[in-house]
């Protein structure tokens, strides 16, 4: 480039059409890079108030949430390209590329993004994971765990429909089914709805006095009844 070329093209650059452009790029870059809002959201634990061996033979049982324990998910605009699952409390920190498919963390992710007829491509995400809820302690923290990061990746995504309390129930039982084979429903129910439930499993297979119960109720239309219920009072005065 010649001495006169150099001179233009350093006096086009000072000029305000140069500024200008400038200025509006770097803005809409910006815009691109934040666009996605950090999300937060919390799934309870639960317990089986009534029922919780008597269950597995035909009888009712009912669950309620704890939300004195918590799993909680943010989603956030991060540095790094490819999306990050991070579990510090598990000392988990993970590409979800790399990860399998059947890690905890992934599972949800998957769950989600099957409902996608194109699944998204996350870039600059990072998803952060933590958890009040003791492990293998029957209080539902598997269950919680997918539940908080389903409904916080969708809202992040923008997908309300995929957010509501029925769906990400049903992508939390695809999740349970991972790691139990053939769960009941009743974690995934509770910690999604945030509800107690009343469940009976194998319905159709229950005593004639269980099975009418359900029939007087509307649920025996349910292959696994399951019907939540609110509680007027606090939990604990009822107790």
Request: hydrophobic share 40%; net charge neutral; glycine share 6%.
């Amino acid at each position: 480039m010649s001495r006169t070329q150099r001179l233009k093209l350093a006096q086009y650059t000072n000029t305000p059409i140069h500024l200008t452009l400038s200025l509006l790029i770097t803005h809409y870059s910006l815009l691109i890079i934040h666009c996605f809002m950090p999300t937060t959201t919390s799934s309870p634990g639960k317990i089986i108030l009534f029922g919780e061996h008597a269950v597995v033979y035909g009888q009712p049982a009912i669950a309620v949430p704890v939300t004195q324990v918590t799993a909680t998910c943010i989603v956030a605009p991060a540095r790094r390209r490819p999306l990050i699952l991070h579990a510090p409390d598990f000392g988990m920190q993970i590409l979800f590329s790399e990860a399998d498919p059947h890690n905890p963390l992934a599972a949800a992710v998957h769950a989600l993004f099957d409902q996608f007829e194109t699944p998204p491509t996350l870039e600059h995400t990072k998803l952060i994971v933590s958890s009040t809820i003791p492990i293998a302690s029957g209080l539902g923290s598997g269950a919680a765990i997918a539940a908080c990061i389903i409904r916080a990746l969708a809202r992040y995504l923008g997908r309300a429909d995929l957010a509501t309390d029925e769906m990400v129930s049903k992508m939390t039982y695809e999740v349970e089914k991972i790691h139990h084979g053939t769960p009941s429903g009743r974690d995934n129910t509770v910690v999604s709805y945030e509800r107690p439930v009343y469940f009976v499993r194998n319905l159709a297979q229950s005593d004639g006095a269980t099975h009418q119960r359900a029939v007087d109720v509307g649920l025996a239309r349910y292959p696994a009844a399951l019907e939540t219920f609110t509680v007027p009072t606090p939990l604990h005065t009822l107790i």
